[in-house]
């Protein structure tokens, strides 16, 4: 069992009222990503004036923000609906917050023309202005014979201030998003250099290269004991056409663009081509199961690190990628507040 201490952990727990930041991170390891990268640990809320919330919260402070944490059931960790009523259940009980993060892991579209999209990246969203957010819910809309598939449900896109923080975030020195991969990796390195928990070091750190391979999208996971990579590509010093080969990374890279997001969890590489092209709307670059139940409930930026690539192989590559992939969109959070101070997110956040 992994036990995770903040840096500063401080017992008293402001009153509800005093949290202005919603972070919500779907899954248990996303949960311990984000705990790893707090200011301070207040605790839990002693007490809420929502007695139907069963949601259990974690308090904390990042940057001088007061945050307060959701995570999904642990029996729902996928889906729009848990991810909604989450939400709704948060705004309700803590009534100052005025806009969320939702942070957690993604399965990624690899290739899209000439972006290629590794491993351990990072996707944050971002809207083309016209048609669409950052966001769109690719499997709901209107199916007519003889059409393409109509989506029809319009999600808000990410608050002035956000977006705002991005922009300072990315432009603070001549390097731009390659300085700021360089700066969460130094980030991350620094952070498990404190943790005195080995077994976190090892499981948050950043995997070997030869751990990513991306097979090609006919080739199906075989089930089996020994795991993926000796069953899936055993034959691969043989048969090159198993993977799709590609130079490996020098560092991990920042994507801003389209993310799509649905009720069911991909692990089809065909059919993660065939929604990257639908449609006339941008390509996608990953997809996710909640963002689309939070961002009409709550003004919200999605990050996400990347954890697999949506294809038979992916719960293997989960196993290996999630507590990474986890880590670097936490950092990449808490790095977007501390563009931001507590003063302006009082003063107004363009939510409206």
Same mark, same amino acid.
């Given at each position: ?27 248990? %390891? ?8 707090? %200011?301070? +640990? ?19 402070? =990042? ?5 307060? =944490?959701?995570? +999904? ?47 351990? @990246? ?38 002035? =201030? ?14 731009? %998003? ?18 005195? @928990? +080995? ?12 751990? @990513? ?51 069911? +969890? ?39 690190? =990347?954890?697999?690539?949506? @294809? ?41």
């Amino acid at each position: 069992m992994l036990l995770v201490e903040a840096p500063s952990i401080n017992a008293r727990c402001d009153p509800a009222q005093s949290y202005t930041v919603a972070w919500i991170c779907p899954t248990p %390891t996303s949960l311990t990503a984000t705990k790893l990268i707090l %200011t301070k +640990l207040h605790g839990r809320p002693q007490k809420t004036n929502n007695p139907s919330d069963s949601t259990i919260y974690t308090l904390g402070e =990042i940057y001088g923000h007061n945050v307060v =944490i959701a995570t +999904l059931p642990f029996n729902q960790q996928h889906g729009i609906a848990p991810a909604a009523e989450v939400v709704t259940n948060l705004t309700f009980t803590f009534p100052n917050v005025k806009f969320g993060l939702l942070v957690g892991t993604a399965s990624a579209v690899p290739i899209q023309g000439k972006k290629q999209v590794y491993l351990g @990246d990072i996707v944050v969203m971002k809207g083309d202005g016209i048609k669409h957010c950052g966001v769109l819910q690719y499997d709901y809309g209107k199916d007519v014979q003889g059409q393409r598939f109509q989506k029809t449900h319009f999600l808000n896109g990410a608050p002035r =201030i956000l977006q705002s923080g991005i922009t300072q975030l990315v432009s603070w020195d001549c390097r731009g %998003t390659k300085g700021l991969a360089e700066d969460i990796e130094n980030q991350i390195r620094h952070k498990l250099r404190t943790v005195d @928990d +080995l077994e976190v070091q090892m499981r948050f750190s950043r995997p070997a290269p030869d751990k @990513d391979r991306l097979f090609r999208a006919e080739i199906e996971h075989k089930s089996g004991s020994e795991g993926c990579g000796l069953r899936c590509d055993q034959d691969s010093i043989y048969d090159y056409g198993k993977l799709v080969h590609r130079d490996p990374p020098e560092s991990l890279s920042i994507h801003y663009g389209l993310i799509g997001s649905g009720n069911k +969890l991909i692990r089809n590489a065909l059919e993660r081509d065939r929604l990257a092209q639908e449609g006339d709307d941008a390509p996608y670059l990953c997809f996710e199961t909640e963002a689309a139940g939070v961002m009409n409930k709550l003004p919200c930026l999605v990050v996400r690190g =990347i954890s697999n690539y949506a @294809d038979s192989h992916g719960d293997e590559d989960d196993e290996v990628w999630e507590p990474y992939a986890a880590l670097v969109a936490a950092v990449y959070g808490s790095a977007l507040l501390s563009r931001i101070t507590p003063s302006e997110i009082q003063k107004g956040c363009g939510c409206s």
